[in-house]
């Protein structure tokens, strides 16, 4: 199992103004399926450490009046809370606009033989002022372990 970072080029069509991106990938035997389905398996059941960390961001974002990130929401239109912005076979985008920042998840799924596929998780970020960069400074060395722990559970499902 290998999960790496990887570069990102801006602008990114997924979100042509983000100012801030990471991606992490995992090459080798495991995810098969669509982007929106590998999307679902990855972030549909986070383990209590990650929900903990989600639930006091919540707490903490709401007294600022921004939006909370449900992970127990799945339908249609969302994949762990997060809206679905576009969707194909090979890639899904989640993610939405608020006050502070705007923000894309970017799936993409490419499959590298019967056995073999390749996940990448791009991160885009707008930041529209001051908190919004702040945020992104406090929260990114968790967004980091966040990202790579999922893409690990994921491979070794």
């Given at each position: 199992?290998?999960?790496?970072?990887e570069?990102?080029?801006?602008?990114?069509p997924a979100?042509?103004?983000a100012d801030w991106a990471?991606?992490?990938?995992?090459s080798?035997a495991?995810?098969?399926?669509t982007?929106?389905?590998v999307?679902?398996?990855?972030?549909?059941?986070?383990?209590?450490w990650i929900?903990g960390?989600m639930?006091?961001?919540?707490?903490?974002?709401?007294?600022?009046g921004l939006k909370?990130a449900?992970?127990g929401?799945a339908?249609?239109?969302t994949?762990?809370?997060?809206?679905?912005?576009?969707?194909?076979?090979?890639?899904?985008?989640?993610?939405?606009?608020d006050s502070?920042l705007?923000f894309?998840i970017?799936v993409d799924?490419?499959?590298k033989?019967a056995?073999?596929?390749k996940?990448a998780?791009t991160?885009?970020?707008r930041?529209?002022n001051?908190f919004?960069?702040?945020?992104?400074a406090v929260?990114?060395p968790?967004?980091?372990?966040?990202v790579r722990?999922?893409?690990?559970?994921?491979a070794?499902?």
């Amino acid at each position: 199992m290998s999960i790496a970072p990887e570069p990102v080029s801006l602008p990114h069509p997924a979100l042509p103004e983000a100012d801030w991106a990471d991606r992490y990938v995992f090459s080798g035997a495991g995810p098969q399926g669509t982007a929106l389905e590998v999307s679902k398996r990855m972030l549909g059941r986070p383990p209590g450490w990650i929900r903990g960390l989600m639930a006091l961001r919540n707490r903490i974002v709401s007294l600022f009046g921004l939006k909370a990130a449900d992970l127990g929401v799945a339908d249609a239109a969302t994949v762990a809370g997060f809206p679905v912005v576009s969707e194909r076979d090979g890639q899904v985008v989640l993610g939405f606009n608020d006050s502070h920042l705007d923000f894309r998840i970017v799936v993409d799924v490419e499959a590298k033989g019967a056995d073999d596929s390749k996940v990448a998780v791009t991160t885009l970020v707008r930041r529209h002022n001051a908190f919004g960069r702040l945020y992104i400074a406090v929260v990114t060395p968790f967004h980091r372990v966040i990202v790579r722990s999922t893409l690990g559970r994921l491979a070794r499902d």
